[in-house]
C-alpha cells in the first residue's frame, strides 16, 4: 500500500506565497515522475508542474516563472513553492507519482487527498 499525504494550502492574497509538500510512504521501490495538478470549479483538472527523476521539469505556461517544482528523494516528498499568487491560482491541489512497489512488484499512479489554495483578491 502506498498513501500520499499534502500540506500547505490555505488562503493568501494576492501576490502572497504558498508552499506544497506532498509525501509518499509505503511499499515503495522508486518514484518517478512527481506532479502536481489542480482543479479549480467548473473546470477541468490541469497539470501544473512535472519533476522527473532525471530532473527535467516541465511548467504550464500560466505558472511559469512564479511556480517551482522539488523532490527529496530521501524522504519520498515533492514541493511547489508558489510565488506572486493570482486569483486565477485557485484551486484545489493534487500531487500525483509515478511508483514501482516492492509488493506488489508494480508501477502505478498515486494521487494525494488535495488540498485547497485560495487567493484573495
Known amino acids: 500500500q502506498v498513501q500520499l499525504v499534502e500540506s500547505g494550502g490555505g488562503l493568501v492574497q494576492a501576490g502572497g506565497s504558498l508552499r506544497l509538500s506532498c509525501a509518499a510512504s509505503?511499499?515503495?521501490?522508486?518514484?518517478?515522475?512527481m506532479d502536481w495538478y489542480r482543479q479549480a470549479p467548473g473546470k477541468q483538472r490541469e497539470l501544473v508542474a512535472r519533476?522527473?527523476?532525471?530532473?527535467?521539469?516541465y511548467y504550464a505556461d500560466s505558472v511559469k516563472g512564479r511556480f517551482t517544482i522539488s523532490r527529496d528523494n530521501a524522504k519520498n516528498t515533492v514541493y511547489l513553492q508558489m510565488n506572486s499568487l493570482k486569483p486565477e491560482d485557485t484551486a484545489s491541489y493534487y500531487c500525483?507519482?509515478?511508483?514501482?512497489?516492492?509488493?506488489?512488484?508494480?508501477?502505478?499512479?498515486?494521487w494525494g487527498q488535495g488540498t485547497q489554495v485560495t487567493v484573495s483578491s
Open positions: 509505503g511499499s515503495i521501490f522508486s518514484i518517478d515522475a
Open positions: 519533476l522527473f527523476s532525471t530532473g527535467t521539469t
Open positions: 500525483k507519482m509515478e511508483i514501482h512497489t516492492t509488493t506488489p512488484r508494480a508501477l502505478a499512479d498515486y
